[in-house]
């Protein structure tokens, strides 16, 4: 549901004047209330991933990585997000182009019903999966007689996770095409640009920042899909587990320090996320400015 | 005038966009949900009410699903509230930076957080150790589970109330205050029934979210049947006993459970436009 709020929001400057804001004791108390809580919540967990990750040396930390059976888990997550993203990018594209540039009936009804993988929880994204694909879903009869393996092989886990990721690039980019209208599209056209040529110089230099964001996002979360894919995929050590499920049996073997090494890259693609929304934030609100200054030129 | 699917427009690729969403929508999402669905037909209704509705396992996870997204999303409805409180009106160091680590929970994967979150509220763990010395269990108890729901929360009240805070006008509060009006009576006359609708939005969100979490409850929770599991856990149990139709019925229970929550924030959203305009 995370694409129901929107993502690429940050905060002006604190703009209340003096006078009619509170006394600067109940400021500070609340600063540290909302520090504190933070801290708690969201900083703590993160350190602690990392110390836990190097707590017995760098040694043990490459080891945990480079054995077979987690290098089998990153390989598999690699091939899964390079099948996810690109697929629910094309997607996204398509579905805000459609949305955001053209007006139809039902359009509420279809933003709707993209938003929908986000509100279902990602144990019924593999749910639905299992009861088509299972050995007594619907077409489990068929493709057991065909010797086809999709539960508790990659490609169960690859449609799991391209359910999962589904809306995010879509989310990213229709309040953004939507905001920037038509008209520079419809000037592309009347100047004699073709439908491809005006998407190429035109559309998708607007939203790069947006698309960008999408699919970082869209691949954080492809990699880091937990729920979905431990439903469909069968914990084959070796063959069916991701990244995420690696840390998971790791974690239960009592491997602590493998399961936080691992565990840590995966942090790391986070904090990576959250610079490039941070970077993507800086440029739309850099080249924002930049237009609003070239349109009060043209006016004087 | 004619019934018209779509109003006239000079730019190219509608039908070709438009089909290949619908067509890619349809195979993904509509038609595996279809199926979950039609499943149901396999058993009778009275099969259905039994595993998903009267099964006294089945309650007691439902309870603590929603009881612990419910507390969760109390706690962030309060201190999301401050947070963005303090992001919108506040200057003080690192301002930007705080403002970008509150969407760390959209990013980190949840069996990351789930380890990290369990170690560190284990009884041995940094935070875990001094509410032992108070004998507060969390980890593996029912406090862990509202901790992790609480973390997978925080953004979606943070990220809905700072525009509705941001739009707020100054001036209103200038004449709550030059009549005479306390700055607590101002917060609560003017401010807070103006963000309300953001806030409960918000709330609705972290709920609706918090609901269906799997990845950091499964690890915290301790998973004890009738006790500290959730509902989504009990889908993949029933899953691991091939009771296909068990773990349908109680699926479908949580998709309408989704679709309300869904049709809810709509119209919160609706609502809180109306304010707005």
């Keep these: 549901m995370a694409g129901v709020v929107s993502m690429r929001h940050q905060s002006g400057p604190g703009r209340a004047s003096q006078g009619k804001t509170e006394p600067a004791p109940v400021r500070w108390a609340l600063i540290t209330i909302a520090l504190a809580f933070l801290g708690l919540f969201l900083v703590m967990p993160l350190v602690l991933v990392f110390t836990y990750a190097f707590n017995r040396g760098l040694g043990v930390y490459f080891a945990a990585l480079t054995e077979p059976d987690a290098m089998a888990a990153i390989r598999l997550t690699l091939i899964t997000a390079a099948i996810c993203v690109p697929l629910n990018t094309v997607f996204g594209v398509c579905a805000a182009w459609s949305i955001a540039k053209f007006e139809f009936r039902g359009k509420n009804l279809l933003i709707t019903l993209i938003d929908m993988p986000f509100a279902i929880s990602p144990i019924i994204a593999g749910l639905i999966f299992v009861l088509l694909f299972g050995a007594r879903g619907w077409f489990g009869p068929w493709l057991i007689d065909n010797n086809i393996r999709i539960i508790f092989a990659t490609p169960g886990i690859v449609l799991a996770t391209m359910f ?20 520079e599209e419809q000037s592309a056209l009347t100047l004699g640009a073709s439908g491809w040529q005006m998407f190429w110089r035109v559309t998708l230099p607007n939203v790069k920042w947006g698309l960008i964001y999408g699919v970082i996002l869209c691949n954080a979360r492809a990699m880091g899909e937990f729920g979905a894919v431990s439903v469909v995929s069968g914990h084959i050590r070796g063959l069916t ?55 009060e030129s043209e006016q004087s | 005038m004619a019934f018209r699917f779509r109003q006239p427009s000079v730019l190219p690729g509608f039908g070709l966009t438009m089909g290949f969403t619908l067509f890619y929508m349809a195979l993904l999402v509509l038609i595996p949900l279809g199926g979950m669905v039609l499943f149901t037909t396999r058993m009778s209704f009275d099969d259905f009410w039994s595993s998903a509705v009267t099964d006294p396992r089945v309650v007691a996870a439902y309870k603590v699903s929603f009881g612990a997204s419910m507390i969760g999303a109390s706690i962030n409805a309060v201190f999301g509230f401050i947070l963005a409180w303090v992001l919108v009106r506040y200057e003080f160091p690192g301002r930007r930076i705080v403002d970008s680590i509150v969407d760390l929970p959209f990013a980190l994967p949840t069996a990351v957080s789930g380890i990290a979150l369990t170690t560190l509220y284990a009884h041995t763990g940094w935070i875990g150790r001094w509410f032992d010395m108070v004998g507060i269990k969390v980890a593996y108890a029912w406090p862990g589970i509202v901790i992790a729901l609480t973390l997978i929360g925080l953004p979606f009240v943070v990220r809905t109330l700072q525009p509705a805070m941001e739009d707020l006008e100054v001036e209103l509060e200038e004449a709550s205050a030059s009549l005479g009006a306390s700055r607590w009576q101002t917060f609560r006359r003017v401010i807070l029934p103006t963000v309300l609708p953001a806030l409960l939005t918000g709330f609705a969100l972290a709920f609706a979210r918090a609901v269906g979490e799997f990845g950091s409850v499964y690890f915290i929770a301790g998973n004890m049947p009738y006790r500290t599991e959730i509902a989504p856990l009990l889908i993949l149990i029933r899953l691991e006993q091939f009771d296909y139709l068990g773990a349908t019925a109680i699926g479908v229970v949580m998709l309408v459970v989704s679709f309300v929550m869904l049709l809810i924030i709509n119209v919160l959203q609706w609502w809180s436009r109306r304010f707005q305009a």
């Excluded at chain 1, 904090?271 to 440029?283: D, I």
Aim: aromatic share 10%.
């Design chain 1, 164 to 183: 999962v990721t589904f809306p995010f690039v879509a989310r990213e980019l229709i309040p953004l095409m939507q905001a920037q209208g038509t008209d």
């Design chain 1, 241 to 295: 587990n991701t990244m995420p499920l690696h840390i998971e049996v790791l974690y239960n073997d009592y491997q602590f320090t493998a399961s936080f090494a691992v565990a840590s890259l995966l942090a790391l693609l986070a904090l990576v996320t959250l610079v490039v929304k941070s970077v993507v934030e800086w440029k739309g609100a850099r080249e924002h400015a930049q237009a609003v200054r070239e349109a």
